[in-house]
């Protein structure tokens, strides 16, 4: 985010003056097939496609242009925001998307604010041998079109489902991994790739200010008027899976939690699930915090989406019109593979939280009966010391929970961290970890927090508040020591849940006092979604993932 200038100052009222005759229009880029030795296809982009077209429809937008795979050039992408220029009106917002690969290669102008490599998407055809420049598009040349051709009072929300650096900062187990990184190159190739000189703009500016000489290149600080949402941090790989799990459409993580934040109920049914606050419009702050803890989730602590707007831009409502929520949101049962079962072992029944899968590609845990181990597709062992059907149905109704809450985490108000190394790393057998409640916003009075863990194996462990901390109140200012120990046994994922509401949720205690010590996580769920729907958006639920191992 950038400090308030006069030139935000004016968009912010060329924008307000004229949002009531505003639409929303698209346009739409996914690349699957790259045509190139070099590059791997994709799968999801495909779909993701044409997931956006769907919900840009359902915004009510008529002007969608969307370009796939051939039709995508660094012609074809300027002619689109060029011509989108010469249609926008006044208090519009054209969201710009992309989905598919990304990459990075040395910076042909180095300097201290861009750094020593540009980040690219490679198009349909590249070949970092001999490169043609209508087969890539640095990001730059992005912004500077945009700068060019979309006037001051039109809004840009800019979605790229892709990646052009990063790493796994916990290791991955190949036995169940299912992820596939949007990367075109390995980053330490980058080193090796220096991009081809590339064109200036081709077309005749929409609009100029003083001291514009055309440049080739803007940064994404030079638009007041842009809001930017990344798939990932720097340090990050955008991923792509099947989604909701195995058998489904593969799907990038962001695209997917993008689409679900418009099209699912949110705590009032009427709007959708990002507006956090109930208020009946999504905010841009409200959509960053929406994604940031759906994709953190969704991928295991692997992956964190970025938001990037200009000054007090941060309650401003997104886009024009949004869609009519959906009814429902219908979880379906995770699949499952047993390596080692026998004949004699007991099959689930038809009120277990879990279903044998069909082949090992469609499964979404593993049970290795040999090592008591649990993996998940995430690459990671969830859960040991497993030995027994009802050991196992306690692990699949833990994460049956989890999945289910995912889509409801809302932390605008109120957020859970594990600390000190954070929740996307790997802690060892002894390592000293504690847990921290904090307010992410000021304002909205008192609050009284309940926290609970779920243990690898299931087992329900109340936090907060017991006896000694009265009614467990989380004052405006508080930041809130819930747990200082060390890793110990047994290994996995441990999540911690946090719900912060208006009102003691005195139904969720009384359940978490009888289940506390159990593996009784199956209907906490519903429970708390009844308390989040009482609350009316004024409450928060946050999910902290603590993943250990001996």
Same mark, same amino acid.
Request: aromatic share 6%.
């Given at each position: 985010?950038?400090?308030?200038?006069?030139?935000?100052?004016?968009?912010?009222?060329?924008?307000?003056?004229?949002?009531?005759?505003?639409?929303?229009?698209? %346009?739409?880029?996914?690349?699957?097939?790259?045509?190139?030795?070099?590059?791997?296809?994709?799968?999801?982009?495909?779909?993701?496609?044409?997931?956006?077209?769907?919900?840009?429809?359902? &915004?009510?937008?008529?002007?969608? =242009?969307?370009?796939?795979?051939?039709? =995508?050039?660094?012609?074809?992408?300027?002619?689109?925001?060029?011509?989108?220029? @010469?249609?926008?009106?006044?208090?519009?917002?054209?969201?710009?998307?992309?989905?598919?690969?990304?990459?990075?290669?040395? +910076?042909?102008?180095?300097?201290?604010? !861009?750094?020593?490599?540009?980040?690219?998407?490679?198009?349909?055809?590249?070949?970092?041998?001999?490169?043609?420049?209508?087969?890539?598009?640095?990001?730059?040349?992005?912004?500077?079109?945009?700068?060019?051709?979309?006037?001051?009072?039109?809004?840009?929300?800019? =979605?790229?489902?892709?990646?052009?650096?990063?790493?796994?900062?916990?290791?991955?187990?190949?036995?169940?991994?299912?992820?596939?990184?949007?990367?075109?190159?390995?980053?330490?190739?980058?080193? +090796? %790739?220096?991009?081809?000189?590339?064109?200036?703009?081709?077309?005749?500016?929409?609009?100029?200010?003083?001291?514009?000489?055309?440049?080739?290149?803007?940064?994404?600080?030079?638009?007041?008027?842009?809001?930017?949402?990344?798939?990932?941090?720097?340090?990050?790989?955008?991923?792509?899976?099947?989604?909701?799990?195995?058998?489904?459409?593969?799907?990038?993580?962001?695209?997917?939690?993008?689409?679900?934040?418009?099209?699912?109920?949110?705590?009032?049914?009427?709007?959708?699930?990002?507006? @956090?606050?109930?208020?009946?419009?999504?905010?841009? %702050?409200?959509?960053?915090?929406?994604?940031?803890?759906?994709?953190?989730?969704?991928?295991?602590?692997?992956?964190?989406?970025? @938001?990037?707007?200009? #000054?007090?831009?941060?309650?401003?409502?997104?886009? #024009?019109?949004?869609?009519?929520?959906?009814?429902?949101? !219908? $979880?379906?049962?995770?699949?499952?593979?047993?390596?080692?079962?026998?004949?004699?072992?007991?099959?689930? *029944?038809?009120?277990?939280?879990?279903?044998?899968?069909? #082949?090992?590609?469609?499964?979404?845990?593993?049970?290795?009966?040999?090592?008591?181990?649990?993996?998940?597709? #995430?690459?990671?062992?969830?859960?040991?010391?497993? !030995?027994?059907?009802?050991?196992?149905?306690? =692990?699949?109704?833990?994460?049956?929970?989890? &999945?289910?809450?995912?889509? $409801?985490?809302?932390?605008?108000?109120?957020?859970?961290?594990?600390?000190?190394?954070?929740?996307?790393?790997?802690?060892?057998? *002894?390592?000293?970890?504690?847990?921290? @409640?904090?307010?992410?916003?000021?304002?909205?009075?008192?609050?009284?927090?309940?926290?609970?863990?779920?243990?690898?194996?299931?087992?329900?462990?109340?936090?907060?508040?017991?006896?000694?901390? *009265? +009614?467990?109140?989380?004052?405006?200012?508080?930041?809130?020591?819930?747990?200082?120990?060390?890793?110990?046994?047994?290994?996995?994922? !441990?999540?911690?849940?946090?719900?912060?509401?208006?009102?003691?949720?005195?139904?969720?205690?009384?359940? $978490?006092?009888?289940?506390?010590?159990?593996?009784?996580?199956?209907?906490?769920?519903?429970?708390?979604?009844?308390?989040?729907?009482?609350?009316?958006?004024? *409450?928060?639920?946050?999910?902290?993932? $603590?993943?250990?191992?001996?």
């Amino acid at each position: 985010m950038h400090g308030l200038s006069l030139v935000t100052a004016l968009v912010l009222t060329l924008l307000a003056s004229s949002a009531a005759h505003a639409e929303t229009r698209a %346009i739409l880029i996914g690349v699957s097939r790259y045509q190139s030795q070099a590059i791997p296809d994709l799968a999801g982009p495909a779909n993701d496609l044409k997931a956006m077209e769907g919900l840009a429809q359902s &915004m009510a937008a008529t002007d969608i =242009v969307a370009l796939r795979d051939g039709a =995508v050039s660094r012609s074809s992408v300027e002619t689109a925001i060029h011509d989108m220029g @010469l249609r926008v009106q006044p208090g519009d917002w054209v969201l710009f998307y992309f989905s598919g690969h990304g990459a990075q290669a040395l +910076a042909q102008n180095p300097s201290e604010a !861009d750094g020593e490599f540009d980040q690219f998407v490679p198009l349909p055809g590249f070949d970092p041998d001999q490169q043609d420049p209508e087969t890539f598009i640095v990001d730059k040349d992005f912004y500077a079109w945009m700068k060019r051709y979309l006037p001051l009072e039109v809004a840009i929300l800019m =979605v790229v489902d892709s990646c052009h650096s990063g790493t796994m900062h916990r290791a991955i187990d190949p036995r169940s991994y299912a992820f596939t990184p949007r990367i075109a190159f390995r980053p330490g190739d980058a080193r +090796a %790739i220096q991009l081809t000189a590339r064109p200036g703009p081709r077309l005749g500016a929409l609009r100029s200010e003083p001291g514009d000489t055309g440049a080739v290149a803007a940064r994404r600080d030079d638009l007041p008027n842009l809001v930017y949402i990344g798939a990932s941090r720097d340090d990050q790989l955008a991923l792509e899976a099947e989604l909701p799990q195995e058998g489904a459409p593969q799907r990038g993580v962001l695209t997917y939690a993008f689409e679900q934040a418009f099209t699912l109920p949110g705590a009032v049914e009427t709007s959708p699930i990002a507006d @956090l606050d109930g208020d009946g419009q999504v905010s841009v %702050i409200e959509i960053g915090s929406y994604l940031n803890s759906q994709v953190r989730m969704l991928t295991a602590q692997r992956q964190e989406s970025t @938001l990037f707007f200009p #000054s007090n831009w941060a309650e401003r409502p997104l886009l #024009s019109s949004l869609p009519a929520p959906r009814l429902d949101y !219908d $979880l379906p049962q995770p699949q499952v593979i047993i390596a080692g079962q026998t004949d004699a072992m007991a099959m689930p *029944g038809s009120a277990t939280a879990w279903r044998i899968a069909a #082949s090992s590609n469609d499964a979404d845990f593993l049970w290795v009966l040999s090592t008591r181990e649990v993996l998940r597709r #995430s690459g990671d062992i969830v859960a040991t010391g497993i !030995d027994s059907p009802i050991a196992f149905s306690g =692990v699949m109704d833990k994460w049956q929970m989890v &999945m289910t809450l995912r889509p $409801l985490v809302s932390e605008l108000a109120m957020r859970l961290t594990v600390n000190p190394l954070g929740s996307d790393e790997l802690y060892a057998q *002894g390592t000293p970890i504690s847990m921290l @409640l904090a307010r992410t916003r000021r304002g909205g009075g008192a609050l009284h927090a309940t926290v609970f863990n779920l243990a690898s194996d299931g087992t329900v462990q109340l936090i907060y508040p017991l006896d000694a901390d *009265g +009614a467990g109140m989380l004052d405006d200012a508080l930041r809130q020591s819930l747990l200082e120990t060390v890793v110990v046994p047994p290994f996995g994922v !441990d999540h911690v849940i946090a719900l912060a509401t208006p009102e003691p949720p005195e139904a969720l205690r009384a359940a $978490l006092r009888n289940a506390d010590g159990q593996r009784a996580a199956a209907g906490l769920a519903g429970i708390i979604r009844s308390e989040l729907k009482r609350a009316r958006g004024k *409450g928060s639920l946050s999910i902290a993932e $603590l993943y250990t191992a001996p």
